[in-house]
C-alpha cells in the first residue's frame, strides 16, 4: 500500500510560479509511475503530467507543456511538480496518483491516490 501527500498548494496571481511536492508512505518500485491530476469545480479530473520511475520519461498535457515541469527524486520518495506562469484556468485541486509500469492519462488507471490541494490563480 502505497500513501501519497501532496503539498505546497497555494492562491498566487496570474504568471506566478508555484511548486507542488508528493510525498510517498513507502518507498515506490522501480515499476511505478507517478502523476498529476486537477479537477476544477464542477469538471472531471484531468490528466497534467506523469512521469517513469527513472525520469527518462515524462508526458504533458497540452495545456500545460512548457509552463510545468514533474520530476522526482527517489530517495526522498517525492515527486514534484514546478508551475510556471500561472493562469487562472490552472485553478483547481492538484492531485498526486501512482500506477504500476506505463504512463498513461485514464486516472481509472491509477491505483493509488493523495487527498489533493488547492491551487489557486487569481487574474
Known amino acids: 500500500q502505497v500513501q501519497l501527500v501532496e503539498s505546497g498548494g497555494g492562491l498566487v496571481q496570474s504568471g506566478a510560479s508555484l511548486r507542488l511536492s508528493c510525498a510517498a508512505s513507502a518507498r515506490t518500485s522501480r515499476n511505478y509511475v507517478m502523476a498529476w491530476f486537477r479537477q476544477a469545480p464542477g469538471k472531471e479530473r484531468f490528466f497534467v503530467a506523469a512521469?517513469?520511475?527513472?525520469?527518462?520519461?515524462?508526458y504533458y498535457a497540452d495545456s500545460v507543456k512548457g509552463r510545468f515541469t514533474i520530476s522526482r527524486d527517489n530517495a526522498k520518495n517525492t515527486v514534484y511538480l514546478q508551475m510556471s506562469s500561472l493562469k487562472p484556468e490552472d485553478t483547481a485541486v492538484y492531485y498526486c496518483?501512482?500506477?504500476?509500469?506505463?504512463?498513461?492519462?485514464?486516472?481509472?488507471?491509477?491505483?493509488?491516490w493523495g487527498q489533493g490541494t488547492q491551487v489557486t490563480v487569481s487574474s
Open positions: 496518483a501512482a500506477r504500476s509500469y506505463r504512463i498513461t492519462t485514464d486516472r481509472t488507471t491509477y491505483d493509488y
Open positions: 512521469i517513469t520511475w527513472s525520469g527518462d520519461n515524462t
